[in-house]
């Protein structure tokens, strides 16, 4: 938190994505959704595969 306020203070903007009590990488049920969020970000950023 203490990392978003900084940017957000210095006016940068990001994405965050917050799973409760997940570690960094999850192995649950919820891998799929942490896995989409970050294929979601490459093909808004980078744009689709060519």
């Known amino acids: 938190m203490r990392m978003a306020d900084a940017l957000i203070r210095a006016g940068k903007h990001f994405e965050l994505l917050i799973m409760p009590g997940q ?18 970000f490459f093909v808004r950023t980078l744009g689709g595969p060519r």
């Open 23 to 40: 570690p960094h990488n999850p192995q649950s049920t919820l891998a799929r959704y942490y896995l989409d969020d970050i294929n979601q």
